[in-house]
């Protein structure tokens, strides 16, 4: 399974092989854990933002059981500090050289539990490896291994005890998602799975780690016709000239919505992007990249507003 030589129809049985595989913890959230599939297959990161109790942390670990790779797990508090994230240089006497001892951050994914409980400083240590994957640590560079995936999860703000991510970070998230509650269905449905135990302790690997690098090379070439590529560039533009936004989605993620909509279309079987493809994934790429003015919240005007205006005065591509 090498490379672009993975057949369409087997890259679908992988993604469903995951999905499936979380759905064994995680009940009635097929579409939240589809959207992080996305993510995992275009390689980003994923912001988890919801009440406690939901399941946050649950699916972010049944999804790495799924995965034959290593994982880590860093619990955000407030006296974490950055070298425990990154690592640190110790000096040995017997060789007279200091020796780097990697953080947490040097795996395969990392569970970024409750990222919003520690002060900037410590958060901020994830800028240089969520973007280049790759940490630096005493002007020595240290690559993390393949594939590299940060799945965090916070709190809403208002909760006390929270610091919000800076501009710049929640940038660096290829998406940000929201599970809710369960309905009462679901939730009489758990109770029963749970009865004899937590099913995530028994999970066990639907992929591998190569099996998902050939994903997110199949991914990449999944055609985007040119008309496309400009339907997406004005939804983001869009979004930056609206009265009520004080910043827009970023050109990252003009490219985001555009390597989102190729791993939904490759999801879907098809090789070839459509449209509904990208306005699908337009909220979850561009919702958490949006500031709004102050005015604009006092008249309950949101992120997903601005959006949806954008998608009813851009016109769609007749392709």
């Known amino acids: 399974m090498e490379g672009f030589n993975l057949p ?27 959207l992080v599939i996305n993510a995992l297959v275009c390689g980003g990161h994923v912001l988890i933002e919801d009440v406690p109790g939901v399941g946050k942390t649950s699916l972010v670990s049944a999804l790495a059981k799924s995965l034959a790779c290593s994982f880590k797990r860093i619990q955000f508090t407030p006296d974490i500090m950055p070298s425990d994230i990154t690592g640190f240089s110790t000096f040995n006497p017997k060789t007279g050289d200091f020796e780097y001892r990697p953080g947490a951050v040097m795996s395969q994914f990392i569970l970024a539990d409750e990222i919003n409980r520690t002060s900037p400083k410590t958060q901020s240590s994830l800028l240089e490896v969520m973007e280049e994957n790759q940490v630096t640590v005493d002007g020595v560079t240290y690559a993390v291994p393949s594939p590299f995936m940060v799945l965090a999860t916070q709190n809403p703000l208002e909760y006390l005890g929270t610091y919000p991510l800076p501009e710049a970070q929640l940038d660096r998230f290829f998406m940000k998602i929201s599970l809710g509650y369960p309905d009462i269905k679901e939730e009489s449905y758990m109770l029963g799975r749970f009865k004899a135990g937590n099913p995530l302790h028994s999970l066990k690997p639907a992929v591998d780690a190569s099996q998902i690098i050939a994903l997110q090379k199949m991914a990449q070439n999944i055609f985007v016709d040119g008309q496309i590529n400009t339907y997406i560039v004005e939804l983001t533009r869009n979004t930056r000239h609206q009265d009520e936004v004080v910043l827009g989605a970023s050109p990252r993620a003009s ?34 990249r949006i500031m709004m003015k102050q005015e604009a919240r006092l008249k309950k005007i949101s992120a997903l507003n601005i959006i949806t205006r954008a998608v009813e005065s851009v016109k769609m591509p007749s392709l």
């Open 255 to 288: 490219l985001y919505l555009f390597r989102s909509a190729q791993a939904w279309a490759m999801y879907q079987g098809r090789d070839y992007v459509i449209p509904d493809d990208v306005i699908l994934m337009a909220p979850y790429v561009l919702e958490h």
């Open 8 to 34: 369409l129809d087997l890259a679908v049985h992988v993604m469903k092989n995951i999905l499936y595989n979380v759905e064994k913890v995680i009940i009635g959230k097929r579409f939240s854990i589809e």
